[in-house]
Nanobody
Framework: QVQLVESGGGSVQAGGSLKVSCAAS??????MAWFRQAPGTEREGVAA???????KIADSVKGRFSISTDNRKNTLFLQMNSLQPEDTAMYYC????????????????????WGQGTQVTVSS
């Protein structure tokens, strides 16, 4: 069964760090990404990684967030540092099972497999 399962969300104070994970079932993934969505806002792509390890980080989190994978464990990570209240959101991982385009990496419609999300709450 093709699935993604996020974990590691939680509550943290401003300035703190959190690392969320996404465990993938065994299927061919050409790229993966992290998106987030806060209530009343549009879904936002924050970080993506191609199969060759090249990453793309959104300007809103550049210098604070990083994305990585452990391919042996089929796991995607998002390391979040210097968290701010505006980072509060549900965080989703996504994967695409076909060739990926650089300019589509932060487009939700680019991905065909999604996790259920993990909540990250940052208090001031």
């Amino acid at each position: 069964q093709v699935q993604l399962v996020e974990s590691g969300g939680g509550s943290v104070q401003a300035g703190g760090s959190l690392k969320v994970s996404c465990a993938a079932s065994s299927f061919k993934r050409y790229c993966m990404a992290w998106f987030r969505q806060a209530p009343g806002t549009e879904r936002e792509g924050v970080a993506a990684i191609l199969g060759d390890g090249v990453t793309k980080i959104a300007d809103s989190v550049k210098g604070r967030f990083s994305i990585s994978t452990d391919n042996r464990k089929n796991t995607l990570f998002l390391q979040m540092n210097s968290l701010q209240p505006e980072d509060t959101a549900m965080y989703y991982c996504a994967a695409r099972s076909a060739a990926c385009g650089w300019y589509g990496l932060f487009e939700g419609r680019h991905y065909d497999v999604w996790g259920q999300g993990t909540q990250v709450t940052v208090s001031s």
